[in-house]
């Protein structure tokens, strides 16, 4: 048995065995020293039957390597089945999905041309937000997305971000967020980025409003270190930054959890040029090469990434980008040029050499169960409840029948429609869907109590969901209406 580490690799479906096997051709000539467990993942397992797209030796492999590279899959379109890349980065926790964008020579974009430096490196919350998936539809006409933070992902992204920074020499940090408007989701995610912050002093930090942030970043991209956001912000700010340096082709990414990460490309399956030895290899090798880093392989991973600008910079380009002028090569000969410059150096400078601490990578241990992530210790009461419902009456119609099946110690306080008050006050001019809110407190109340007062408004209103009003350790946990002082 050798002592080499073993990776479980997935070709994937379209382009993604043409660029695989490129990708594995550089890294044998550039001597990687990896075991390849190649593992059935993809469409074609779908079809045979495995709901979640992976044959359950493929499962066991990647939890035993707790390394998976995998090439682009193709999801089956229709209702119930799940995306196997978004399945795969939820169900082994890869919590922080980092992605690097940098000026890459040989690459013309607007940037480059007008001597602007770009490289900024993403690190997006991966598993929670509204990529839970958790909707419902309360009534044919109206949808109900659940946008679940936790303190703990939090932690775990955050913490990540400012433990590569401090690993790798970065200076600053940048929180985006929605915090003036989304204050105990995003408001969570601002409050832990500070509270992680204190521990890195030597670390220079910023929270920036994530629309504000997205003009910045195209105005002045060079003022942008590390930026960090949650799930769905930071899938949109990280497409952003691909476009400041040639779209997703050039912009690797990773998905790192405590015991299994993920390495992929960007783009999708490519059906159009399936096949055709046209697809470009560039985002799964630059994807590698972080891998390469991820498990340790240092002095292996500025090789390649060397060779590979090289090649860029000597302007051989696939169909998809560069020059023109100059005629485009295919799959195989885009690798065996990356293998012919393995050993030279970029004109625009050599990429990180061999970091004097190396990554302790080792496979997993596997765990005996499931984890809690438990918060700390605190009181939480109940003062009320909100109960969502459907109507096609008006508001001032509605709460009478509500008020009438309240009991003396409870009192229907609001009515909300997609969040904005129209009972007691309100516009006319507010224009309402037929999904209400309906905000009922009381005094001194149990759970029992609710769910007798909701077996009584059942009778004049149809519910479609509920939410207990918190108060944790004192303070109120639950957001106000708009409009509501
Ligand atoms: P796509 O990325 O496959 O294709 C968009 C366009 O970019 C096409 O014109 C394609 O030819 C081109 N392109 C993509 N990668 C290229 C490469 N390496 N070299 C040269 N040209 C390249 O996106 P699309 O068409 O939306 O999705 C196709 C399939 O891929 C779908 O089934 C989708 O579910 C899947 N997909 C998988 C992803 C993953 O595995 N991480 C990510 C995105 C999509």
């Not at 550089?26 to 074609?44: C, D, R, S, T, W």
């Not at 909707?135 to 936790?150: G, P």
């Not at 490309?265 to 030895?277: C, E, L, Q």
């Amino acid at each position: 048995m050798s002592n080499k580490l073993t990776i479980s690799v997935a070709s994937g479906d379209g382009i993604g065995s043409e660029i695989m096997e490129a990708v594995i051709s550089i890294f044998n000539a550039a001597e990687v020293p990896l075991n390849y467990e190649i593992i059935g993942m993809g469409k074609k397992y779908y079809d045979e039957g495995y709901g979640n797209g992976m044959t359950p030796e493929a499962m066991e492999s990647i939890e035993r390597n707790g390394v998976l590279f995998k090439g682009p899959m193709e999801t089956p379109k229709g209702k119930g089945v799940k995306s196997i890349n978004v399945t795969a980065r939820k169900v082994w926790s890869t919590y922080a999905n980092r992605r690097h964008f940098k000026t890459i020579h040989g690459v013309d974009t607007l940037y480059s041309n007008a001597g602007i430096p770009v490289d900024i490196t993403v690190i997006r919350e991966n598993i929670e937000d509204t990529y839970g998936g958790i909707e419902h539809m309360l009534s044919n006409d109206v949808a109900l997305s659940r946008r679940i933070i936790t303190r703990q992902g939090c932690e775990q992204v955050i913490k990540f971000a400012f433990e590569m920074a401090r690993k790798e020499g970065f200076k600053k940090i940048t929180c985006g967020h929605k915090a003036n408007i989304m204050k105990l989701t995003d408001g969570l995610f601002l409050e832990v980025f500070n509270e992680v912050a204190q521990s890195y002093p030597e670390i220079q930090t910023e929270d920036v409003i994530v629309d504000a942030l997205c003009m910045k970043l195209v105005q002045r991209p060079q003022d942008f270190e590390v930026v960090v956001l949650t799930n769905f912000q930071g899938d949109i700010v990280s497409d952003l930054c691909a476009g400041l340096v040639g779209g997703l082709g050039f912009a690797p990414s990773t998905n790192v959890g405590d015991n299994i990460s993920i390495f992929e490309a960007v783009h999708g399956t490519a059906p159009d040029i399936a096949g055709k030895n046209l697809a470009n290899p560039t985002s799964l090798l630059l994807s590698g090469v972080m891998m390469l880093r991820h498990i340790g392989l240092f002095k292996e991973a500025a090789l390649i990434e060397d060779a590979l600008m090289y090649t860029l910079e000597s302007g051989v380009h696939t169909g998809d980008f560069g020059d023109k002028s100059i005629p485009s090569v295919g799959t195989k000969e885009f690798a065996a040029a990356v293998i012919g410059a393995l050993g030279k150096q970029p004109e625009g400078g050599s990429s990180r050499k061999a970091l004097a601490d190396r990554v302790d990578f080792r496979p997993p241990t596997r765990p005996l169960q499931q984890k809690v992530m438990k918060g700390k210790e605190c009181k939480v009461e109940i003062e009320g409840i909100d109960v969502f419902f459907v109507s096609e009456d008006i508001a001032a119609d509605i709460a009478p029948r509500i008020e009438s099946k309240l009991p003396e110690n409870v009192r229907l306080v609001s009515l909300t429609n997609r969040g904005t008050i129209v009972w007691p006050e309100g516009s006319v001019y507010t224009e309402c869907s037929t999904g209400y809110g309906a905000r009922i407190v009381g005094k001194g109340l149990g759970k029992q109590e609710y769910w007798s007062v909701m077996e009584e408004l059942d009778e004049v209103i149809e519910i479609s969901s509920t939410e207990f009003l918190h108060v944790i350790d004192g303070k109120s946990a639950y957001s106000k209406g708009q409009g509501e002082i």
